[in-house]
C-alpha cells in the first residue's frame, strides 16, 4: 500500500487523500491473512494470552482515547493489523460527492463489517448512492447513520426499513426559496429515524406552514424518535439587517385532541414560536401575533407541559423562558439544560428542579445565583459561563477570582469548563492559577475581550501567546487527578445583526477575533513531558505549520501569507481600526490596479488580433 494515494487515518476512521498531485495508479489489493501471534518470551506475560477479543475491546478503547497508539499497535504484527483497521474503520465519513473511490477501498480492504457508524456529508452524486446502496448491506455491524444532507435518497430509506436496529440521524434545513416537496414526507412512520434537526426561516404564515405541517406528521408516526432539534426563524431582508414583522396567523404544529411527541431524551428547540389563544376584542381585525387560527384554547406551552412525557428527557435547549418554566417541574431525568436568553426568573428553574445537573449554561453567574449553581455541585461536570456579544458590562459579568475559587472549591466532578475571563494590560495569571486547581478539569475554554476597533485590549490573544498560557497551566497544575487535555482560546466574536444598515466599522470584530486550540498530546510519555500542539481553527494546514516553524519571530516580509487577514490576526493579534481601515483600502486599491490592468492586457490582445 505504499504507492496507494489514500491512507487509511487513524484519527476518524477513513480514507482520506494526502497528495494534491495526481496519484500514481495503486498496487493490487492484496489481503493478507493474519497469522496467529506467539510470545517471544513465553515466561512472562503477553498480550497473546488474552485472546483476540479481548484485544479488540482494547483497540476500540485505544482508538477512542489514543488514535497513534493504535497506528503503533497496528505494526506490531499481522494479527494486531487486522485488529487495529478494524477499530480505525468503525466510523466511515462520506464528504464528497464523488467517493466512490473510497467506498471501494472499503470493500477491497475486506473491513465493512467494521464499521459502526456511517456518516454522509453534503449532497452524494448517484453514482455514490448506487455504490453505497450495495455497501450498506455488507456493513452486518452497522448501528447509527448521519445523513447531514437535506433530503435522504428514497433507495437508501429503503434499505433502512429492512434494519429497524440502525438509528437514523439526519437534518433537513432551507435558509431561502420556497419549501421543497420531499423534504420531510419520505421520513414518516420511520422507525429507524432517532434524531432528526430542522432549521428554517419564513416571511409568512404560509411559507411556515409549508414546514411545520409535514414535520408534524414525521414527528406523530416515528415512534423511536429521541432527539429533536427545531430552529424557525423569521427572515430577514437581502442584507440580513431588517428583521421581518410577526405575522398575525397562527403556524405551528397544533397539536390537539391529545396528540403528542414521542418520550424525547432530547429537546433543542432554538426558535419557534408558541401559539396563543385569540383575545377577544371590540375591533374585528385585531389579532395578537400568531394567534388566528390557533385551534386550542389554552396556550401552546400549557398544552405541550400537560400532555408531552418528559420524564426521559436528559438534555433541553431553549430561548423561551415561560417554556423552560412550565414543564421544569416534569424533568425529572434532566442532566443537561441551557437557556439561550435567559431572561426572566431562571433562578427559579434551578432552584426546584427535581433533578441535579450534570451541564449548565449560563451567560453570567447573576443569571443562576451562585447558591443554586452550587445545588448541583455533586453531579455538575459541565459548566459554561458565557454572554454571547459583546455589551458595555461584558467586564462586571465576566466571573471573579472570588466565585471561581467557590466553585472549584466545591465543585469536585468538573470535567470541562468555560469562561469568559477579563484581562487589564496583562495576562490574568491569578485566575490561570485558580484554573490550574481544578482536580478533575480536561477542556478548558476562555473568552477574552477583544475591546474596541480603537483600542484592541492588551496584551493580544495570538499563536505564541495561546502555547505560552497552555504551557503555564500545566507547570502550575496543583492535586490534579486528571491532565488539561484540551485548552481553547477565543479573543472576540462576530456581533449579532442588529436593525437597520451596518455601519463602516461594523465588520471590525469579525475581521479581527481569532480562535485557537491547544490539544495535548495522546501518548503518555510525551504527555508527561508536555508535549502538546497548538491550532488556529480559522487557519489552513498549511498556515498552521509555518506559525508553528515561525514561533514569536519577527515580521517576515517574504511570507507568503503575510497579506491574508486572518494569519496577520493570529500571528500577530487584532489590527486597530484605523490600520485595519487602511488595509483594505489597499486592497481594494490594488484589486482595481490588477483589474485595470487586466481590462488593458485584453483590449491589446484583441487589437493584435484584428
Known sequence: ????????????????????????????????????????????????????????????????????????????????????????????????????????????????????????????????????????????????????????????????????????????????????????????????????????????????????????????????????????????????????????????????????????????????????????????????????????????????ADNFDWSRLTCLTTCDTRFALKIMPYLTSLKEFACINNWGPMKTFYEQVPSSLESINVPHIATIGLQNLLRHRRTLKKLTIHQEGYTSTWRERAIDAKTLITIRDNCPHIEELSLNISRDGEWPYEMLDILAGFGSLRVLKIWFELGNASNPVQPYVNFSAVGSLFKYLHEHATGRRHRLTKLEIASGWSPALGHGLPGGGAFWPACNSSNFVCILSDRDGEAEKGIFSVRCTTLSQEQNEYLKRAGDGKEDLNCQFSKNEAFRVARYGPIPMRKWKFSHYKRTCDNLASWRITMVELYQGVLKRR
Open 1 to 304: 500500500m505504499e504507492n496507494c494515494p489514500y491512507e487509511m487515518t487513524s484519527s476518524h476512521g477513513m480514507f482520506s487523500k494526502h497528495s494534491r498531485e495526481k496519484p500514481a495508479p495503486c498496487r493490487p489489493w492484496v489481503l493478507v491473512e493474519p497469522r496467529v501471534p506467539r510470545a517471544v518470551y513465553s515466561s512472562r506475560p503477553s498480550l497473546t494470552c488474552l485472546g483476540d477479543d479481548i484485544v479488540a475491546i482494547i483497540a476500540d478503547l485505544l482508538q477512542h482515547t489514543s488514535p497513534s497508539s493504535i497506528s503503533s499497535l497496528a505494526l506490531v504484527c499481522s494479527n494486531y493489523y487486522r485488529i487495529a483497521r478494524y477499530a480505525q474503520h468503525r466510523h466511515l465519513v462520506l464528504d464528497n460527492t464523488r467517493d466512490t473511490q473510497k467506498l471501494e477501498n472499503v470493500m477491497k480492504s475486506g473491513t465493512p463489517g467494521a464499521i459502526r457508524h456511517l456518516e454522509v456529508r453534503g449532497n452524494a452524486s448517484n453514482g455514490v448512492i448506487s455504490r453505497l446502496c450495495k455497501v450498506i448491506p455488507k456493513m452486518t455491524g452497522l448501528k447509527d447513520v448521519t445523513w447531514s444532507a437535506t433530503g435522504i435518497p428514497g433507495e437508501v430509506l429503503q434499505l433502512l426499513r429492512k434494519r429497524p436496529s440502525i438509528r437514523l440521524h439526519t437534518v433537513a434545513y432551507h435558509d431561502h426559496g420556497p419549501y421543497g416537496s420531499g423534504i420531510l414526507e419520505g421520513l414518516q412512520a420511520n422507525n429507524n429515524l432517532v434524531s432528526i434537526s430542522v432549521d428554517f426561516n419564513y416571511h409568512s404564515a404560509e411559507e411556515c406552514q409549508r414546514w411545520t405541517r409535514p414535520l408534524k406528521k414525521v414527528l406523530l408516526s416515528c415512534p423511536n424518535l429521541r432527539n429533536l432539534t427545531l430552529d424557525s426563524s423569521r427572515r430577514r431582508n437581502g442584507c440580513g439587517c431588517v428583521l421581518y414583522s410577526s405575522p398575525s396567523e397562527y403556524c405551528g404544529f397544533g397539536f390537539s385532541t391529545e396528540e403528542r411527541l414521542p418520550a424525547l431524551e432530547e429537546l433543542h428547540v432554538r426558535e419557534y414560536t408558541f401559539g396563543v389563544p385569540a383575545l377577544e376584542s371590540p375591533y374585528p381585525n385585531f389579532h395578537l401575533p400568531w394567534s388566528q387560527g390557533y385551534p386550542l384554547k389554552v396556550d401552546e406551552r400549557d398544552y405541550w
